[in-house]
């Protein structure tokens, strides 16, 4: 089993920078991918951002590209999230997710997932 634990969450304003971080421990595997979902109150998760093992390749959601950069540190088994310029339309818990591949993460099938961090974001 693997363990996922998110920080970095809290309220700020529209406009603001918020990063969060999510660290891995436990049995991880090797070679995983992660990536950030969040789910808003009343609809579904959806999958913000992924990165794959060696950073090569990442994906992202239209609605925050070129807004939030997906990153990772493998020394500290962390991936990280830097959210720049928050909506409203972004707040949201935010769950990290630990997978085989970019593209099964796409589809939700992420084999461990954290407990989430809130993200507020205030017109």
């Known amino acids: 089993q693997a363990q996922l634990v998110e920080s970095g969450g809290g309220l700020v304003q529209a406009g603001g920078s918020l990063r969060l971080s999510c660290a891995a421990s436990?049995?991880?595997?090797?070679?995983?991918?992660m990536a950030w979902f969040r789910q808003a109150p009343g609809k579904e998760r959806e999958i913000v951002a992924a990165?794959?093992?060696?950073?090569?390749?990442?994906y992202y959601a239209d609605s925050v590209k070129g807004r939030f950069t997906i990153s990772r540190d493998n020394a500290k088994s962390t991936v990280y999230l830097q959210m720049d310029s928050l909506k409203p339309e972004d707040t949201a818990v935010y769950h990290c997710?630990?997978?085989?591949?970019?593209?099964?993460?796409?589809?939700?099938?992420?084999?461990?997932w954290g407990q989430g961090t809130q993200v507020t974001v205030s017109s």
């Open positions: 997710a630990l997978g085989p591949y970019i593209a099964a993460l796409q589809t939700g099938r992420g084999d461990f």
């Open positions: 436990g049995r991880t595997g090797v070679n995983y991918t």
């Open positions: 990165v794959n093992w060696s950073a090569s390749a990442r």
